[in-house]
C-alpha cells in the first residue's frame, strides 16, 4: 500500500490532491501516519514510532491503522504497489 | 529521564465540502463533559459501573421552585403534583415531596408507591383509564381525588359508593380541541360534544360524589402555550356553568401537564433549546386566561400542574462507555456504546445531546451510535459529528431524566444502576443494577422441564 507522492499535507492535517483538487482534514495521529507513509515507512516501523510517540497500544494501533487506511481507500489516497 | 507520551486518538479522515455550507455548523461538542454537580465522570463510572444513570438534585431543585415561581407570582393559589409516570424512583419522588409536590398517579402500582412514600392519601390525584372497583375503594378510604375517566368507572363508583356510603372527591379529565394536532381525545370526557356535561349532571345527582374540580392534559411535548390558553377558557365555562347551574364552587383547575423539556426532537429543525417556550410563557397565558374568566374573588380556583417531564429531564445523564468503533459498507463511522434503546427509550424520540467525558482534539466524524443490543433497532443517534472516540471512552448523554426510568426494558441486557447527587455533592445509589437473579426469581420451572440431556 502507497500514498500517493503527488499529496500535499500541512502540519495541522490539512491534505491537498493535486490530482482532482480533492482536500481534507485529519486529526494529528492521521497526519502523522500519512507523514510515515510519505517518507516510504511500512506498518512494522510506523507501528513502533506511533507507539513510541502516543499513548497507545501497537495492537489497538494496528486496528485503527487498518481502518485508517481502508478510509484513504474511499477518498483514492492510497494505490497498491 | 521518562517522557510523558502524547494523547491518543483514532485516526481520522473527513473530506471537505464545498458549496454544502450549513448555517448551524456540523459541530455539537466544544468541550469535554468531566464532571456532574462538581463530581468527576470518571469517579462516578469507576464507583458505580457503565452505564449507570446520574441524577442531579440540585437541577430538580431549581428546576422546580423556578416553576413555581413562574406560576406562583402569576397567580395566589398553585398546587404542583409530582407526575410518577415520569420518575417514579422513590428518592426523586420524595425530592419534589420534599418541595412541597403532591403526588399524581395513573395506576394502583404507582398509588401503592405514592402512599408507601408517606404522602396523604388526600394529597393523591388518581388519574388514569384502569382504576378497577377495588383500586377506587382503596382511594376512597384515602380520601384521595378521582379523575374519572370515562362512564364505566363513574357507573362503577357510584356503585360503591353507594354501597360504602362514602362521598368521593371526584374530577372528571376533560378532552378537548385546543387546536393542536394530533388531539388527545381517547382520555376521559369530551367537551365540545356536551359529554362532559353529561358527565357532570350524572355527578351532580349522585348523592355520594362530590364535584370538586376538572381536570384536563392537552397532549405532550406542546410547543403552542396558546392551546393551554383554550385549555383554560373551556375548564373555566364548564366551571362557571357548574356554578350557574347548580351553585357548586369547582375548587380546582388541574392542567395536566405537556411541557417540554429542552430536548431535540427527531426530525427538528432546530435544537430543542432554540425551540421550546420557557415554562413563564405557559404560565402567563393559563392564569391570565383564568384571572381574566370572571370567576369571583372567592370562588377563583386553585390551579392544579401535574408537569412533569419539564421538571426532570433536565436532572437526568446516562454515562456510558465505547464498546467497539466499526466502519458500515456504505463508509459511514458506527459507534457501539454500552448503552442502548433498552435503558435510552427516549432515543427513539429525541436526538439526544452525547458529549464525550474526556478531552477530545478539534477533528470530528459523523457517525451512527449504536447500542449493545443484538437487535437492529438498537439506534441511539443515527447522524450525529462527535470527535473520535476511542474504545472505553467514556460519553455522557444529556437530559434523560424523564420517562427513561420508567419506560425502560428488561430486554437482552440487564438494567444498571441509578445514583443521585445531592445537593452536597455527596452520590448515593437510589437504585441497585439487576443481577440474573432479579429476573429469573419470579420464574417457576414445571418438574417435567427441569432436566435435559445434550
Redesign the interface.
Known amino acids: 500500500m502507497k500514498i500517493n507522492s503527488n499529496l500535499a499535507v500541512s502540519d495541522s492535517g490539512f491534505i491537498f490532491n493535486p490530482s482532482n483538487g480533492d482536500s481534507f482534514s485529519t486529526n494529528a495521529v492521521g497526519a502523522d501516519i500519512i507523514r510515515l507513509m510519505k517518507e516510504g515507512k511500512k506498518l512494522t516501523e510506523i507501528k513502533k514510532e506511533m507507539s513510541a510517540k502516543y499513548d497507545v497500544e501497537p495492537g489497538a494501533f494496528e486496528k485503527d491503522y487498518e481502518d485508517f487506511i481502508s478510509q484513504l481507500q474511499d477518498h483514492f489516497l492510497v494505490s497498491h504497489v | 529521564m521518562k517522557t510523558e ?12 465540502n464545498t458549496g454544502l455550507m450549513n448555517k448551524f455548523g456540523t459541530r455539537t461538542e466544544y468541550a469535554p463533559f468531566t464532571h456532574i454537580d462538581g463530581v468527576s465522570v470518571k469517579e462516578l463510572i469507576n464507583k458505580y459501573g457503565s452505564p449507570c444513570f446520574v441524577i442531579s438534585e440540585r437541577t430538580i431543585r431549581k428546576t422546580y421552585q423556578n416553576a413555581v415561581r413562574a406560576f406562583k407570582t402569576r397567580y395566589p393559589k398553585v398546587q404542583f403534583a409530582w407526575s410518577y409516570k415520569t420518575n417514579y424512583i422513590d428518592a426523586v419522588c420524595n425530592v419534589f415531596h420534599q418541595e412541597g409536590s403532591w403526588a399524581e398517579v395513573v395506576s394502583i402500582f404507582e398509588y401503592t408507591k405514592a402512599i408507601e412514600n408517606g404522602v396523604p392519601g388526600n394529597k393523591i390525584i388518581f388519574n388514569g383509564p384502569e382504576k378497577t372497583k377495588a383500586d377506587l375503594k382503596v382511594a376512597l378510604e384515602n380520601n384521595s381525588y378521582i379523575h374519572v375517566d370515562h362512564f364505566d368507572e363513574l357507573y362503577d363508583l357510584i356503585e360503591l359508593t353507594q354501597e360504602l356510603k362514602k362521598t368521593a372527591k371526584v374530577a372528571i379529565r376533560v378532552n378537548m380541541d385546543t387546536g393542536v394536532y394530533p388531539m388527545w381525545d381517547r382520555f376521559g370526557f369530551n367537551y365540545e360534544s356536551g359529554q362532559a356535561w353529561n358527565a357532570i349532571n350524572k355527578i351532580m345527582a349522585s348523592e355520594y360524589l362530590e364535584m370538586v374540580g376538572l381536570h384536563c392534559h392537552i397532549g405532550t411535548f406542546m410547543l403552542d402555550p396558546n392551546a393551554y390558553a383554550v385549555a383554560a377558557s373551556k375548564l373555566s365555562d364548564l366551571a362557571v356553568n357548574i356554578k350557574y347551574v347548580f351553585n357548586k364552587t369547582i375548587q380546582y383547575l388541574d392542567l395536566g401537564g405537556g411541557f417540554p423539556s429542552a430536548n431535540t426532537l427527531r426530525g427538528a429543525y432546530l435544537p430543542g433549546p432554540d425551540m421550546i417556550p420557557s415554562i413563564d410563557e405557559f404560565a402567563e397565558v393559563i392564569t391570565n386566561t383564568i384571572l381574566n374568566y370572571g370567576y369571583k374573588k372567592e370562588d377563583l380556583p386553585l390551579l392544579i400542574l401535574e408537569t412533569g417531564r419539564a421538571m426532570i429531564d433536565d436532572a437526568g445523564y446516562l454515562l456510558g462507555s465505547v464498546i467497539a ?1 466499526k ?1 458500515l459498507s456504505d ?1 459511514r463511522r458506527a459507534t457501539i456504546m454500552d448503552f442502548g434503546v433498552n435503558i435510552l427509550f427516549t432515543a427513539f424520540w429525541y436526538e439526544h445531546k452525547i458529549t464525550p467525558a474526556q478531552e477530545f ?1 478539534s ?1 470530528t466524524e459523523d457517525m451512527v451510535i449504536y447500542g449493545p443490543l443484538c437487535m437492529n433497532i438498537d439506534v441511539v443517534r443515527s447522524s450525529v459529528t462527535l470527535p ?1 472516540l ?2 472505553g471512552d467514556h460519553v455522557v448523554v444529556h437530559k434523560v431524566g424523564a420517562y427513561n426510568m420508567t419506560q425502560w426494558m428488561q430486554f437482552i441486557a440487564m438494567r444498571p444502576k441509578v445514583t443521585l447527587i445531592d445537593t452536597n455533592g455527596n452520590s448515593h445509589i437510589i437504585r441497585e443494577n439487576e443481577t440474573v437473579k432479579t429476573i429469573t426469581e419470579p420464574e417457576r420451572m414445571p418438574d417435567h422441564l427441569k432436566t435435559f440431556n445434550l
Open positions: 507520551k502524547l494523547k491518543y486518538e483514532r485516526p481520522a479522515i473527513r473530506k471537505m468503533n466502519r463508509g482534539s477533528h473520535a476511542n474504545r
